[in-house]
């Protein structure tokens, strides 16, 4: 069994995630979102590896054979340390991004946009410059991440987020854009809308280029729907507006929830009847037929862990 595991601090290296599903590179995914703790980019580094580690061992239980570090933070903090834990290939989107620039001029002028860790890591621009590119800016933006996690990727108030980090920016030059963040993806219309002439480099199509450029991984040939992600949030007390925003976001993924017992450290309150109602209209609504793992919650309130399973459509 070709199995990757793939982890970020919350919902957006599921971005990531996407793009090696959609590749088809692997039998199964795993995902961890650490959505307890996000952002890691505003965490010391001793910290960002003591999660990064856990999250491997997390992975570990899993056996997978493959892990794809899908948070910038992490990837700039704590690949080594992972590394020396894991007995199987552990790749960042770091290198990923940076290779994805491999055929383009080095006199372009790139804005490398990312978590605060990210960024004062120099990671990015050191890759860079070796690689040649001279003309490089370098800003931290981390108010993308929780707008990211609240759903909020367009309108006035991204617009005025926007603004405040790129005011003093002449957009018209820039050329390319670096997504430091998994998170960023999601921003894609906004960050278009504001650099009408500048090309985004997406971690999940750089890691889907490095995969099969540096791992020689190809395409596996499975019939529709063979290949699936079971996904993991450490919480997820949102979990209504995160299913609105994911249908919306990524149109193309099912989501079907397995709800499994106890695991989190807080109580957590919904309607169970309204998940299950969401639920059913997500399956009807992209395959046309009801498939429900069922839900044991061992009462309306409870400590829950949140499972789901994406298929690919």
Do not use: W
Not at 201 to 212: E, N, P, R, Y
Request: net charge neutral; with cysteine.
């Amino acid at each position: 069994m070709n199995r990757c595991g793939i982890f970020d601090s919350g919902i957006g290296g599921l971005s990531v995630a996407n793009e090696i599903l959609k590749a088809k590179l692997f039998d199964e995914i795993i995902y961890f979102g650490d959505t307890a703790r996000v952002p890691y980019g505003n965490k010391n580094e001793s910290t960002i590896i003591r999660y990064s580690l856990e999250a491997l061992e997390f992975l570990k239980n899993f056996d997978i054979n493959f892990l794809v570090v899908a948070c910038n933070s992490a990837s700039s903090a704590a690949l080594e340390d992972l590394r020396k834990e894991a007995s199987f290939p552990v790749v960042g989107v770091i290198e990923a991004g940076v290779r994805a620039l491999n055929d383009e001029d080095k006199n372009k002028n790139i804005l490398l946009v990312g978590t605060k860790r990210t960024i004062k890591s120099n990671k990015y621009q050191n890759l860079l410059k070796q690689n040649g590119f001279k003309n490089i800016t370098a800003i931290a933006t981390p108010l993308f991440v929780p707008l990211v996690e609240e759903g909020i990727v367009e309108g006035e108030i991204t617009d005025k987020v926007f603004e405040l980090y790129f005011n003093d920016i002449d957009k018209k030059k820039i050329d390319i854009i670096i997504l430091g963040c998994t998170h960023y993806p999601f921003l894609s219309k906004t960050f278009k809308k504001h650099f009408p002439n500048a090309k985004l480099i997406h971690s999940g199509q750089a890691i889907v280029d490095l995969l099969k450029n540096k791992f020689s991984l190809k395409e596996k040939k499975t019939s529709k729907g063979n290949s699936f992600a079971i996904v993991k949030f450490s919480d997820l007390s949102k979990v209504f507006e995160l299913f609105l925003f994911l249908e919306k976001e990524l149109p193309q993924i099912l989501l079907k929830a397995q709800i499994d017992k106890i695991v989190e450290e807080k109580i957590i309150s919904f309607d169970e009847k309204k998940l299950e109602d969401m639920l059913f209209s997500l399956m009807q609504k992209h395959f046309g037929f009801i498939n429900f793992a069922g839900a044991f919650l061992g009462g309306v309130i409870g400590f829950v862990n949140y499972f789901f399973i994406i298929i690919n459509a």
